[in-house]
C-alpha cells in the first residue's frame, strides 16, 4: 500500500530542492541541485528559467510515478523580489532577472519624483527603497525600457507561482509574495498601491490568494492537487506559528539573516525604514514585522578572507571551539566593521574569527531590537545555518541577557511551511507536534 505523501519544491537562490513528506511531515525523500546560472540581455548573471522549468517537469514526472508512495498534494517555496513574464501561450519571454542588478538611477528619479518621494513610497509600502529587490520596480523597468516587450507580457508571476503554474498552467497571486518588499503593496489600505493601478501594472497580475490556495490540479491523468506557492521567508514562519502561541522573534539565518515578529503591529517609521526593516504579509494575509541583515553573505565571505590569510581551508571554522577570552561583546575592533579589520592585528584564525562573529552579532542585536520594541516578546528562536554555530549562539545569550536564546532545529522549514500551508487539502492527520526542537543558550 503506498504511503500518502506531498511533494514540495523549494527553490533557493542557489540550491534547488525537491522534498517528499509523509502524513505526519517525517522525510521520505530528499534531492537537491544547483543549476548553472546565465546571464540577460545586458550581461548580469541570472537564473536559467528554462533550466529551472525542465528540473521541475523532470523531478514531478519520476516522483509521481513511484509505487511506494502516493503524492496527493504538490506546493512550492521560493525565494522572493523576482518575476517570470509570461505571454498568451505561457512561455516565460524574459530572463528571470536577478534581483541584485543594478537598477538605474534615472528610472529611480522618475519613480519617486512621479508619486511622492522616497520617504513616502517606503512608509506606505513598507518597503526600504532597495531598486530591483522591490520586484515591481523590475516591472516599472521593463514599461520604459522595453516598452514591447512589456507589451506582450500577458501575466508577471512571482517565482513561487510561475512553479506552480508549470504544472497547472493556472495564474496567481500570492499575498506573501505581494507582501515582501515589493513597492507594490498599500499596507494601510490593504490593496495595490495607487501607482500600481496608474501604471497599469495590476492587469499583468493574476488573481490574488492568501497562500493556502490550491491553485487546481496538474495537467495529466493524476489530477493532483497543487498550491500556489509561497514565498520561502513566510514559508519558513509557519511551522513556528503552529508550534508556539506565546509572543516569539524568529531570526532566520541565511544568506539574509531576517528577524521576523508576527506579533508586532505598530507601523514602520522612516527611520526604521532606512535600516533596513519592512513589513511581510503572512500566508494569510497578516502583517509580520521584519528587518534584514546581510550577515550569511558578509560570514561567507570574510571567512574565504580569513582562510586565504591564515593558509588554511575555507571550512575550518567549523571545528573552532568557543573561546570566551575572545567573546566579550563590550570588545571592539580598531576599525568600523570587521571587513575593514587588519588580518595581521590577530594572532591566528581562531581569534580573528571570534571577532568576525562579535561583530556579525552586534549587526545582529540592533537589527533584531527593531522588531522586537513595542512588543511583549520574550523568545528568540533562531534557525538555519547560524543556529548550529556554537559560538554565534553563545555570543548572541551574552548581548541578550533579558531574553530567552534558543536555537531551533528544524528539518526544511521552508518547505515544511510550504506543506502546513495546504494541510488541510491533503492530509485528515492534525497539525504534527513536536517539529521543532529548541536548545537554549544562556548568558555566560
Same mark, same amino acid.
Given at each position: 500500500?503506498?504511503?500518502?505523501?506531498?511533494?514540495?519544491?523549494? %527553490?533557493?537562490?542557489?540550491?534547488?530542492?525537491?522534498? %517528499?513528506?509523509?502524513?505526519?511531515?517525517?522525510?521520505?525523500?530528499?534531492?537537491?541541485?544547483?543549476?548553472?546560472?546565465?546571464?540577460?540581455?545586458?550581461?548580469?548573471?541570472?537564473?536559467? =528559467?528554462?533550466?529551472?522549468?525542465?528540473? =521541475?517537469?523532470?523531478?514531478?514526472?519520476?516522483?509521481?510515478?513511484?509505487?511506494?508512495?502516493?503524492?496527493?498534494?504538490?506546493? +512550492?517555496?521560493?525565494? $522572493?523580489?523576482?518575476?517570470?513574464?509570461?505571454?498568451?501561450?505561457?512561455?516565460?519571454?524574459?530572463?528571470?532577472?536577478?534581483?541584485?542588478?543594478? +537598477?538605474?538611477?534615472?528610472?529611480?528619479?522618475?519613480?519617486? /519624483?512621479?508619486? $511622492?518621494?522616497?520617504?513616502? &513610497?517606503?512608509?506606505?509600502?513598507?518597503?526600504? =527603497?532597495?531598486?530591483?529587490?522591490?520586484?515591481?520596480?523590475?516591472?516599472?523597468?521593463?514599461?520604459?525600457? *522595453?516598452?514591447?516587450?512589456?507589451?506582450?507580457?500577458?501575466?508577471?508571476?512571482?517565482?513561487?507561482?510561475?512553479?506552480?503554474?508549470?504544472?497547472?498552467?493556472?495564474?496567481?497571486?500570492?499575498?506573501?509574495?505581494? $507582501?515582501?518588499?515589493?513597492?507594490?503593496?498599500?499596507?494601510?489600505?490593504?490593496?495595490?498601491? /495607487?501607482?500600481?493601478?496608474?501604471?497599469?501594472? /495590476?492587469?499583468?497580475?493574476?488573481?490574488?490568494?492568501?497562500?493556502?490556495?490550491?491553485?487546481?490540479?496538474?495537467?495529466?491523468?493524476?489530477?493532483?492537487?497543487?498550491?500556489?506557492?509561497?514565498?520561502?521567508?513566510?514559508?519558513?514562519?509557519?511551522?513556528?506559528?503552529?508550534?508556539?502561541?506565546?509572543?516569539?522573534?524568529?531570526?532566520?539565518?541565511?544568506?539574509?539573516?531576517?528577524?521576523?515578529?508576527?506579533?508586532?503591529?505598530?507601523?514602520?517609521?522612516?527611520?526604521?525604514?532606512?535600516?533596513?526593516?519592512?513589513?511581510?504579509?503572512?500566508?494569510?494575509?497578516?502583517? =509580520?514585522?521584519?528587518?534584514?541583515?546581510?550577515?550569511?553573505? *558578509?560570514?561567507?565571505?570574510? @571567512?574565504?578572507?580569513?582562510?586565504?590569510?591564515?593558509?588554511?581551508?575555507?571550512?575550518?571554522? !567549523?571545528? @573552532?571551539?568557543?573561546?570566551?577570552?575572545?567573546? /566579550?561583546?563590550?570588545?571592539?575592533?580598531?576599525?568600523?566593521?570587521?571587513?575593514?579589520?587588519?588580518?595581521?592585528?590577530?594572532?591566528?584564525?581562531?581569534?580573528?574569527?571570534?571577532?568576525?562573529?562579535?561583530?556579525?552579532?552586534?549587526?545582529?542585536?540592533?537589527?533584531?531590537?527593531? %522588531?522586537? !520594541?513595542?512588543?511583549?516578546?520574550?523568545?528568540?528562536?533562531?534557525? $538555519?545555518?547560524?543556529?548550529?554555530?556554537?559560538?554565534?549562539?553563545?555570543?548572541?545569550?551574552?548581548?541578550?541577557?533579558?531574553?530567552?536564546?534558543?536555537?531551533?532545529?528544524?528539518?526544511?522549514?521552508?518547505?515544511?511551511?510550504?506543506?502546513?500551508? &495546504?494541510?488541510?487539502?491533503?492530509?485528515?492527520?492534525?497539525?504534527?507536534?513536536?517539529?521543532?526542537?529548541?536548545?537554549?543558550?544562556?548568558?555566560?
Amino acid at each position: 500500500m503506498p504511503l500518502p505523501a506531498i511533494l514540495i519544491f523549494d %527553490v533557493g537562490k542557489t540550491n534547488k530542492k525537491v522534498l %517528499v513528506f509523509d502524513e505526519e511531515y517525517a522525510l521520505l525523500h530528499e534531492e537537491s541541485i544547483q543549476l548553472e546560472e546565465t546571464t540577460d540581455e545586458d550581461g548580469f548573471p541570472c537564473e536559467n =528559467v528554462d533550466a529551472l522549468t525542465n528540473w =521541475v517537469r523532470q523531478k514531478f514526472s519520476e516522483i509521481l510515478i513511484r509505487r511506494e508512495i502516493e503524492i496527493r498534494a504538490i506546493n +512550492f517555496s521560493a525565494y $522572493g523580489a523576482s518575476f517570470v513574464h509570461i505571454d498568451k501561450m505561457g512561455n516565460a519571454i524574459t530572463p528571470l532577472y536577478n534581483y541584485l542588478k543594478p +537598477f538605474p538611477e534615472n528610472l529611480k528619479r522618475q519613480f519617486y /519624483d512621479t508619486y $511622492g518621494g522616497e520617504d513616502l &513610497i517606503a512608509r506606505e509600502t513598507a518597503s526600504p =527603497v532597495l531598486g530591483s529587490l522591490n520586484s515591481g520596480m523590475q516591472l516599472y523597468r521593463l514599461k520604459y525600457e *522595453q516598452p514591447d516587450l512589456f507589451e506582450k507580457i500577458k501575466y508577471s508571476l512571482h517565482l513561487p507561482q510561475y512553479l506552480s503554474f508549470i504544472l497547472t498552467t493556472t495564474p496567481a497571486t500570492d499575498i506573501s509574495s505581494v $507582501g515582501c518588499h515589493t513597492n507594490l503593496w498599500d499596507f494601510t489600505n490593504n490593496r495595490y498601491h /495607487d501607482w500600481v493601478n496608474k501604471e497599469g501594472l /495590476d492587469k499583468k497580475f493574476g488573481p490574488l490568494y492568501n497562500g493556502n490556495k490550491i491553485a487546481g490540479n496538474t495537467n495529466d491523468q493524476y489530477k493532483v492537487q497543487v498550491g500556489i506557492g509561497l514565498h520561502d521567508s513566510s514559508a519558513a514562519m509557519i511551522p513556528y506559528l503552529s508550534s508556539f502561541h506565546d509572543p516569539f522573534v524568529l531570526v532566520s539565518t541565511g544568506t539574509w539573516c531576517i528577524s521576523l515578529n508576527p506579533f508586532n503591529r505598530t507601523t514602520l517609521t522612516s527611520e526604521e525604514l532606512k535600516q533596513d526593516c519592512l513589513c511581510y504579509l503572512s500566508y494569510d494575509g497578516s502583517p =509580520v514585522k521584519a528587518s534584514r541583515l546581510f550577515a550569511g553573505h *558578509q560570514h561567507e565571505q570574510q @571567512v574565504k578572507r580569513l582562510a586565504a590569510h591564515f593558509q588554511i581551508t575555507n571550512d575550518y571554522y !567549523q571545528v @573552532v571551539g568557543f573561546d570566551a577570552r575572545h567573546a /566579550d561583546p563590550s570588545r571592539r575592533l580598531s576599525s568600523d566593521s570587521f571587513s575593514n579589520a587588519d588580518l595581521s592585528d590577530f594572532n591566528d584564525f581562531d581569534e580573528a574569527y571570534h571577532y568576525l562573529l562579535l561583530d556579525i552579532v552586534r549587526q545582529q542585536v540592533i537589527s533584531t531590537n527593531l %522588531v522586537l !520594541q513595542n512588543t511583549s516578546a520574550k523568545k528568540i528562536f533562531v534557525d $538555519g545555518g547560524f543556529a548550529r554555530n556554537n559560538i554565534y549562539m553563545k555570543m548572541l545569550a551574552n548581548a541578550l541577557p533579558g531574553l530567552e536564546i534558543y536555537a531551533a532545529t528544524i528539518s526544511q522549514a521552508s518547505a515544511l511551511g510550504a506543506g502546513l500551508a &495546504i494541510h488541510k487539502s491533503w492530509n485528515n492527520n492534525p497539525w504534527p507536534a513536536g517539529i521543532i526542537e529548541l536548545k537554549r543558550y544562556t548568558n555566560t
